[in-house]
């Protein structure tokens, strides 16, 4: 199984990023897909997370209202839009798999992130 994260980058405060997830070696449709993110010597938080079909979805309060996840199970991607960024996103953004819906890091299949830096 490989997820692979990209469209990361350094972006000033109220720019807007989109990030995919393109996923290969598993059954992407039979998966959860949620976002994560990390900063250094912090534990990884929850960003967003969208169920089998993309009908369900949830969002940490942090960013609701903002981000946008979805989802193309004909192209095996997951997508994050991220608008009005502001500084304290700035974090390395990962994404995962797992067969049942959480908001926890107890993910099975995990990529390799991608930074995301937004400056004031």
């Known amino acids: 199984v490989q997820l692979q994260a990209s469209g990361g980058g350094s972006v000033q405060a109220g720019d807007s990023l989109r990030l995919s997830c393109a996923a290969s070696?598993?059954?992407?449709?039979?998966?959860?897909m949620g976002w994560f993110r990390q900063v250094p010597e912090k534990e990884r938080e929850f960003v967003a997370v969208?169920?089998?079909?993309?009908?369900?979805?949830y969002y940490a309060d942090a960013v609701k209202g903002r981000f946008t996840i979805s989802r193309d199970n004909a192209r095996n991607t997951m997508y994050l839009q991220m608008n009005s960024l502001k500084p304290e996103d700035t974090a390395v953004y990962y994404c995962?798999?797992?067969?049942?819906?959480?908001?926890?890091?107890?993910?099975?299949?995990w990529g390799r992130g991608t930074l995301v830096t937004v400056s004031s």
């Open positions: 995962a798999a797992k067969r049942t819906i959480s908001t926890q890091p107890e993910y099975d299949y």
């Open positions: 070696g598993l059954t992407f449709s039979r998966y959860v």
């Open positions: 969208v169920n089998w079909d993309g009908r369900t979805t």
